[in-house]
């Protein structure tokens, strides 16, 4: 018996809706379960500016006050955050159900919730990349790591562009 993936995403205080939009784009390009926000900011702009696939139609977007209430416990805490002591992105290995909580990009986790983690990683870059950046290498990375998993026809085909009819020749 396999078991369900659950992939969160934790939003600490996102700063604009471009943001969030962007993040839930994400979120369903690689089958996240949820998305879940907090703060003030992002209530008082415009919703889903970014979102042009309609994501929020089949993933929540939840705004709560603390990010991981609520978790069942087999769901490991994974702060994404530039902090000394963090594990590189390139070696760390992704628990099955995970929630990853991301701080906003004027600012970082409080100490409290990284305190709270079962896992501290971070994207070794030069310089940080935007929110919607790092939730987009990251959860490219959790899928690139299961690779074996992926049918890359049909992944193809299901997901192309309807004008796309390209083709790799493989005349060497």
């Keep these: 018996m396999?078991?369900?993936?659950?992939?969160?995403i934790g939003l600490y205080n996102p700063k604009s809706p471009t943001n969030v939009g962007a993040v839930m784009r994400a979120a369903g390009c690689y089958d996240a379960t949820q998305v879940r926000y907090n703060g003030t900011?992002?209530?008082r702009a415009a919703k889903f500016q970014t979102d042009t696939q309609k994501t929020h139609e089949r993933i929540e977007?939840?705004?709560?006050?603390?990010?991981?209430?609520?978790?069942n416990e087999d769901?490991?805490?994974?702060?994404?955050?530039?902090?000394?002591?963090?594990?590189?992105?390139?070696?760390?290995?992704?628990?099955?159900?995970?929630?990853y909580l991301f701080g906003p990009e004027d600012g970082s986790l409080p100490?409290?919730?990284?305190?709270?983690?079962?896992?501290?990683?971070?994207?070794?870059?030069?310089g940080c990349m935007n929110l919607a950046a790092t939730v987009n290498v990251l959860l490219y990375d959790r899928l690139a790591k299961t690779a074996g998993m992926v049918d890359d026809h049909q992944q193809v085909i299901a997901n192309r562009d309807n004008k796309n009819r390209l083709k790799v020749r493989n005349d060497a």
């Design 2 to 8: 396999t078991t369900q993936s659950t992939v969160i």
């Design 41 to 43: 900011r992002y209530n």
């Design 61 to 71: 977007l939840v705004e709560m006050d603390d990010l991981t209430a609520g978790l």
């Design 75 to 99: 769901v490991e805490i994974v702060c994404v955050e530039l902090v000394v002591g963090a594990t590189a992105l390139p070696s760390f290995t992704h628990p099955e159900k995970a929630i």
């Design 111 to 126: 100490q409290e919730v990284v305190d709270k983690a079962t896992h501290v990683v971070y994207v070794p870059t030069n």
